[in-house]
């Protein structure tokens, strides 16, 4: 929660700590990675928030945001 609350205060270096701590205590929690992806989509960090989508879709391929977001970034 803390990440999320940083990502959207605009501390992003924050949020990223913290989505990092999150992600070492759990590393299969596609929950982490589509919001550290969404995190990076906000920074206009297209290639991150990619690389971050493809992590959410290797956990749960039918998470239905991360494809949708994924293909967004995929038509700039």
């Given at each position: 929660n803390a990440a999320n609350i940083y990502g959207e205060l605009g501390m992003f270096a924050l949020s990223e700590k913290h989505f990092n701590q999150a992600i070492m205590l759990n590393p299969n929690k596609a929950k982490y990675y589509?919001?550290?992806?969404?995190?990076?989509?906000r920074q206009k960090?297209?290639?991150?928030?990619?690389?971050?989508?493809?992590?959410?879709?290797?956990?749960?391929?039918?998470?239905?945001?991360?494809?949708?977001?994924?293909k967004r970034l995929s038509l700039n």
């Open positions: 589509f919001n550290f992806a969404v995190l990076y989509h960090k297209f290639d991150s928030a990619k690389v971050f989508y493809n992590k959410v879709l290797a956990l749960n391929p039918d998470h239905v945001e991360a494809r949708k977001q994924l």
